[in-house]
């Protein structure tokens, strides 16, 4: 019993060794499952997600004092938004075309977010601001401008976060009236805003940053009755003035040269009136170079009387008939090249 005694103890010993060997093998891959698990960047699951996407929606109820001096006009507007996630662009968002901060208001429509049956959260704003807008006058009087409201967020990024325009239930409202304006249609669009620099900010993880954006554009024109009744007609009772002088008989150069003095002054007034209404531009309006021709009618018709005048004391005009002739078709001829001036132009200058 001694002799085996002895024996059961090396193998009873050997055998808790090779157990607690295998144990203890076991824990370092476990040990190191966990450090590595611990030391993995969250940022790398974040980069991997898709980005929060939100729809965008915008109606107009009222805009008013558009001022080509200044660039600028005012819009009272609902603008909602609907998402899923954690971010509130409600809190982010930016109207990048706004001009006066300090006059932008935002009244939201809840005092939080509200949650939709589907977890979508929701929330309106009610803005009412000025806005800045490049306007082109090389068409006026029958000029069309685009109004825009550009909206961006001005914190996350196109891969944190993309507005998507809501087509569907997006709008203008049936009350929206511009005075002396008509409004055309409507359009928007989302995009995204490259910028070429990082904005200082090393944390976007490039020297370059993109944020996403909705485009809202109105557009509106100028009624054409504007042009007809109160630019066109004046300048025709001027020409008729003028020409009217031409139809004179030719002995009567006082009455015919005061009469084509007298329209040409006319003309010079009536541009400035127009004028002083239009900001300092560096090119022709449309209705600049129809003065342009006006005033080469007048002058030639000046012209005319003139030198049929001077004719006259110098007892070279002999035939009347003849002089009456030429001033018939001289009217003749301006009036069709006023007409055809009038449609090259509207043709051409865009």
Known sequence: MAKNRGMFRPNSLRLTLLLALFIAGMFPP?????????????????????????????????????????NTFYMTAYVWFIWRGEIDPTQTVEFTNNVESWGLTKAKTYPNPITFPDGRKYQCLRIEG?????????????????????????????????????????????????????????RGAEGVHHYNTNLGDETVGGDSSDYGTILFEVKVTRPVNFFVWKMLLPLLIILLACWTALLLHPSQLASRAAMTGTALLTTVFMQQGYTSNLPEVNYLVLMDKIYVVVYLLIILSLVQVVIQGAMDKKHLLDDYRKAQLIDKVSVLLQAMVFAISLFVINATTR
């Open 30 to 70: 476990l040990h190191a499952a966990v450090d590595k698990k611990k030391t993995a960047p969250p940022q790398q699951e974040k980069q991997g997600a898709a980005p929060q996407m939100v729809d965008v929606g915008v109606w107009p109820t009222v805009i008013y004092n558009l001022d080509v001096h200044s």
């Open 130 to 186: 000025r806005f800045f807008q490049p306007f082109s006058l090389k068409r006026f009087p029958l000029e069309n401008h685009t109004l825009s409201l550009s909206i961006e967020d001005n914190t996350y990024a196109a891969d944190r976060l993309v507005y998507r325009f809501d087509q569907r239930r997006s709008g203008l409202d049936s009350g929206l009236n511009i005075p002396g304006w008509t409004v055309d249609s409507w």
